[in-house]
Each structure stands twice: as structure tokens, then as C-alpha cells.
């Protein structure tokens, strides 16, 4: 067991033993919103399925036009006029042109197609003037997807774009991943279910109601497993059960310096190895990462703010990969402080924030009191400013370093422009 | 009917005419991810509880060491040692303190708070050389979230943070405005299901598909009718019942120059008044808005890429103020563009595209083939660039705004650091 790793450290400990879930299904299309593909999805025929012209115009063969010029005009007889949403149904034979509309199918027997302002018609013909090269005016079929070609890859979030695609393919179901199934056990003798009534030395259990919704978010199944108190027995049963039935566990609680030993012999007893211990983080030290038969366990600490801090950094992450998924990792931004930060870091912190734009800047604004217990402050936050260890207080205008972990676009604000 | 409006004065128009749905549902409060709140919650007690240390110290009275001086310390008698996670059970009277920790209640008796190190501690008793502030070190009950403080208003939509927020405050259901029903209506003779076998001249419906799951995606409620023939007393009909039990119509086809008598013939023949057809805009123009009895009627493209482009722009801001969001027109972002548009734009023009980030600065990348049929580059699309009507071609670098559609978090990619 490892003491005391950083957070990258951490992600490449969890990452590197993951792979994703095999279990697959196959979904109606409408059903598949928010899930991962499990393998790639190959176009079943060509878009456009045909040659077609880009324009209004003359089909005709490039081979006749050869000796054309303005004082040798070449005359093709007209021998089918095309009306809009109609398809030819003659050939181009030498000497003869067909009159389509855009999007119209490119009759047999023509290379090129001219347009009506390049030729000079007449009642039965047109005239030609210069030579046309085979080939122009002509959309390939395929051009847009070429029948076989992967238009959506294993990994790939279904989105409503990608299933209107899919569904201009002719596909009407996708094979995806069955969802990760998350495991969320919270240990704490002083936890009361919000439905309950207060009574007093006791606290409302919010981790559950908040890594439960993340789970929906990411498109996993929260597997919930009741509350249990700070006893060695109670955590390890429903450490077993969990086990059992999910991919990912998740703990809160009983992680800290003092109430540690509970979680750690629970572990212990269901027979999973502790690969570390501590993360240097702030808030989130009390992390710990257990892993038993290839599934892993996180335990988070019990203060909300701790708890889901860490899952979005490092449990999220492991939820992705599992998923199937092929970004994992928190990308990050950088931006302008909006608003000070008066504590000192001598370790690396973690501040809820959330981006904004202003006249083309970013922006970076705190979300409010940064304490362990302040649920309040991660409701707006989208991003998490990186502190590093050893930094003074941070002033306004500073430029500072973000994980994001929400939706960027929740922070701006549109406006009538008229 | 006006003819050809801006999109600002299209979407001023809409929403002059809707409010919030009034339905109203109290859900439990795990099932209310996504939903919009329809009251303003209120906190049911302070948090923190009771005035609390924030720190490990002495509790005492400001009164009694209002003379201390390094060269004539107070000496005040430790009456109670309080272990973290306890409460203190005695009162400070004067000349006593009371050892607690960090989180700990503030004892009655007690108006200030100083830590071990300001003090001299011996066995039981501590001095105190310098005078106290009356209320120094001590967080006011109600500091974080006060009783009866609106924790989340009216128009908020609920994420994970506000659901584990709520949970903390012991609210165990909320009240929600129910899902706006969008019933989607595709025309034309040409649709064909995904799930049927392609004929020729036939294409799939995937206006059905995208614009089902981008209304999921937003929280509403989808309501599918069949696809219609292109014939007006298929289209009235369809209209009719769409009006009984939606909130708000789509219909995508039938809207262009030559198709257009049968939707607004239809649209007349369910008594609903069109208050303008064809907005100032490519890809998008042929879209067409009714009203009846207080429901909004969009009639817009066939093609794929215009339904979705009037729908994210116009429709969207609709369905989310009826839903009673808060925000409901899109943002939008500047960013310098990295790949060139070769296309003069004579009219306003909306140009599918994704915002990256790259070195602190705002790329914006076409995401591929920008024409109304081509369903490919809507897949990654989170921004449509706004280029104004008498705009050349646009150049590599050249600095465009775009309207923020998707999720901008999506176009970032994440790095493992270490």
C-alpha cells in the first residue's frame, strides 16, 4: 500500500487496471440516448446513395465538348428534361444532353454536367463553347459516407445528432454497453435519511442523493446500499454484497485519520488489497483505493464537498473507462480570477468555481465558501481551480489553472440581440 | 402574417407569447435530476445549527479578559475538555473556559473562541495575556445557509450538487413543473422508418429520431405522431390531435417554397393563425410559426440540418420557457476560426461547428460539410458560427461568434498530467 500519492498518480493507479464492462445490449434507436457504443457502426449503403449533380444544368459527355470554342460551338441535342424531385430515365448518348436539377441522380452515359448559364439554349438543343472536363459538377456517391465506412465508433456517447445520423442510415437499433453499476455505501453513525426527522448530534445524508444523481448524469446505474454505521461488520457485509453486485463501490465516510481502521479492516476482511491511502489533495486527503477480483473501491471521505470532489477527479474518471468511453480524463482551462482567495495552500487545493465569458475572456469566479461541509458552493461550480501546494493567497486578476468537471455552457448567459 | 423576420425578432415573437406550463408534480427527491423546479425552496433550519469554532480552542468570555496584558495574564479554569465529535455540557461561567474542537457547539457563557497557541496552558487552567474580541473565532448559526434563505428559486434546474444540497437540508421531495410535451409531426411522402427495407426515391426519417432525443436531452417529453403524406387533410388532422395533447407542435417538412401550401393550408384549416413565414437565415428559411389558443405551432425544414438548426435556435428557447427555465436563449462565444469557408454568404448564415481551446485561446472548427442534407457534422457540433448576411468567404484566423448549442465541455480533451 502507498501513502500519500498525488492525485495523477492516483488516476494512472485506478486507470491502469480498468477496462470496459463487456456486457452488451442492443437498444432501439430512441432508447440509446446517453449510451456508449460498444462497437463500431458502419454506414450500411452510400450517401448520397448515387452521382448527383450540385446544380441546375445540362448532363452531357465530356468527350463531346472536346473540340468546342466560341467560334466552334458544339450543339447537343436535348433528349429529357428532368423536372425537381424527378430521377432521368434515358442515357446520354453521344451528341445529346439531359436537363436535371440539383440533387438530381447523374444519367447514365454522362461525365460532366454544365450549367444553364454556360451553354446557350435553344428549343431542342444547347450550345457549348468550350471544351468540359469529365468529372466536374458531379458529387461522387459516397461522398458524404461511403457505404462500410465507420461513421460512429466504439466509445462514442450516443448524442441527439449522432442518433438522427443513425437513423438516416437505416439503422434502427445500436449495440451499446450495459450501464456501469456503482455501488454507494455511506458509513456514519450520525446519518439520518432527509425523509427522517432531525434529532440532535445527527446530519442529513447528502452523499447519496448527490453521487447518485452524478451517476445518472453519467449515464451509469447507482446501485444504493444502505447506510451503515462506523462498525467493522456492518461496513464489510455491505462491502461484500456490494462486491457482488456492481462494477465500481463506492464509500463515504470512515476514511479520516481517526475513524480509518473501520473502513481499512473492512477491506481487509473481504479480502481486497488497499493499493493507497491519502491523496495529496485538498479537500479529499482521506482517499483511499481498494481493489479486489479487478473491481475497484473508492473511499471518499464523508464531507460532501471531500466526497464529491474526489469522485469527480478520480472516481469519475474509472466510471468513463468502465463505461467505455474513450475521453476519461478532466480536461483542463485556464482563466482570470474574478475573486480572492485570502488562505494560504501548503498543500495542493482544489477550489469550487465555475467559467465564464466576458468580452472574450475567461473568466473564473469561486462559487462561494470552500469548506469541507459547503454543499452550497458546488452548485453552480463547473470547474475546480488547481491550487498547487506551497501557494500564497490568491488575488484577483490572477490567471489560474481549472479541472473541468461540469457543463461549461451552464455558466453563460445569452441575451436578445436585437 | 410578417414575411421574413430576422431569427432575433422570430425568437422575440415566441417568447412574447409563452409562459411556464402550470402542471406541477412533487417528486421524491432522487427522480428529480434534470427537472425544473416550479417554487422557490426554502432552507428549513440554519446551517451550521448552532454558532460553532472554527477552529481547536478555548471558549471563554471576552468580559473576562478585557484587562489581560502579557505582564498580567487572566487565568481562567478549563471546566470541561470536549473530544471531537462531543458537545460541551457546561456553561462558561465567569473566570472558566471550556476546551473544544473544530466544528464544536460554542458553549452558552461563551462569546469567543482562542486557539491552543494564543494561550498558556497548564494543567487545568490556561492564561490569557492579551484582551479578546466578543465574538472572535466563532461561526454564527445560519452562516452557510440561514433558515427560511431561498436555497434554490423557482426556474432552477436540478443537478447532482442541488440535489445533494437539498438532501443536507432534510428535504426530501420537491416541487417540479411537469415535462412540456412536444409532439413532433414529419411530413412528406418520401419518409421512411429505419426499420423498413429502403426503397427507391424513399429516404429514412431521422427528423423523427434527432429532434425526439434532443428534446429528451432537454428535459421535455417527446410526443410522436406518425409520419403524414404530404396532403393537407393528413396534416390537419395530425395537427389537431398534436394541438389536444401537446404543448407545443413541430412539424418538419412541407414548409419550403413549392411544399408550402399544405402546412399552412393545414395550419388555416386548424384554426391557428400564422404570424410569420421564413426567417432571414440559411440553412433554416423556410420556417413558419402559428399560434392556437395560446400553443405555438413550428413549422420548419424537411432537411435535417435546417430542422435542427430552427429547433436549437427557435424552438429550444421556446420549450425551455414553457418549461420554466430561467435561461432560455442560447449564449454565445467568439473564437478564431481554423479552417477556412470558401462560401460568399449573401444571406445570414449559420455554419455548424465545435469550439476547442488551444494554448488559452477559443478555436472554432467546422465540423465538416455544411449542407442542409449532411447529417455528419451535426454529430460534434456544439456551436453554429452566425455569419451576417453580405459576408465573404471566411479565412483561417479570422475571428467569428457563434451560438452556443451543445455542451462546450464536450469538445475538450482531458490529459493525464504526470
Chains 1, 2 share one sequence.
Not at 445528432?161 to 449495440?175: D, E, T, W
Not at 456501469?180 to 453513525?189: E, F, K, L, S
Request: charge should be negative.
Amino acid at each position: 500500500m502507498r501513502l500519500n500519492v498525488s492525485l495523477e498518480e492516483a488516476q494512472e493507479i485506478v486507470l491502469g487496471m480498468l477496462r470496459p464492462i463487456e456486457r452488451e445490449a442492443i437498444l432501439h434507436l430512441p432508447d440509446s440516448l446517453g449510451r456508449v457504443l460498444s462497437r463500431d457502426i458502419k454506414a450500411p449503403f452510400n450517401v448520397p446513395a448515387f452521382d448527383k449533380s450540385p446544380l441546375d444544368g445540362y448532363a452531357v459527355r465530356a468527350e463531346d465538348t472536346k473540340m468546342a470554342a466560341s467560334d466552334n460551338p458544339v450543339i447537343l441535342h436535348v433528349i429529357e428534361e428532368v423536372p425537381a424531385g424527378s430521377v432521368p430515365t434515358k442515357r446520354v448518348e453521344p451528341g445529346s444532353a439531359i436537363r436535371i436539377m440539383t440533387g438530381a441522380p447523374i444519367p447514365e452515359g454522362a461525365d460532366v454536367v454544365v450549367r444553364f448559364e454556360d451553354v446557350e439554349e435553344a428549343a431542342d438543343t444547347i450550345k457549348v463553347s468550350q471544351p468540359l472536363a469529365s468529372g466536374a459538377n458531379i458529387i461522387p456517391a459516397g461522398d458524404d459516407v461511403a457505404e462500410g465506412e465507420v461513421v460512429a465508433s466504439t466509445g462514442t456517447r450516443l448524442n441527439a445528432p449522432l442518433i438522427g445520423m443513425l437513423a438516416s442510415l437505416g439503422i434502427s437499433s445500436v449495440p451499446v454497453y450495459q450501464r456501469v453499476r456503482v455501488a454507494i455505501i455511506n458509513t456514519g453513525n450520525e446519518l439520518l435519511d432527509p425523509s427522517e426527522k432531525w434529532l440532535p448530534g445527527k446530519i442529513y445524508n447528502s452523499n447519496r442523493y448527490l453521487l447518485e444523481a452524478r451517476c445518472k448524469e453519467l449515464g451509469a446505474e447507482p446501485v444504493y446500499l444502505d447506510s451503515v454505521p462506523d462498525e467493522e461488520t456492518a461496513v464489510a457485509e455491505s462491502l461484500q454484497g456490494a462486491l457482488e453486485v456492481a462494477d465500481l463501490v463506492i464509500t463515504t465516510g470512515g476514511a479520516s485519520v481517526g475513524q480509518y481502521d473501520v473502513v481499512k479492516n473492512a477491506i481487509n476482511a473481504v479480502g481486497a488489497e488497499i493499493l493507497f491511502w491519502k491523496i495529496a489533495l485538498k479537500p479529499g486527503m482521506p482517499t483511499a483505493v481498494a481493489r479486489k477480483d479487478g473491481k475497484v473501491i473508492f473511499s471518499l471521505s464523508g464531507n460532501p464537498a471531500a466526497a464529491m470532489i474526489t469522485f469527480d477527479l478520480l472516481a469519475v474518471p474509472a466510471l468513463k473507462k468502465l463505461s467505455g468511453m474513450k475521453e476519461v480524463l478532466p480536461p483542463t482551462i485556464t482563466g482570470i480570477l474574478v475573486n480572492a482567495f485570502q488562505k494560504r495552500s501548503p498543500q495542493r487545493r482544489m477550489l469550487r468555481a465555475k467559467w465564464k465569458k466576458q468580452n472574450g475572456s475567461d473568466l473564473i469566479e469561486l462559487t462561494g465558501k470552500q469548506s469541507n461541509d459547503v454543499l452550497k458552493s458546488l452548485v453552480e461550480c463547473n470547474i475546480l481551480i488547481d491550487v498547487p501546494a506551497g501557494t500564497p493567497s490568491l488575488a484577483v486578476g490572477q490567471h489560474v489553472s481549472a479541472y473541468v468537471v461540469g457543463n461549461l455552457t451552464d455558466s453563460l448567459v445569452g441575451e436578445l440581440k436585437c
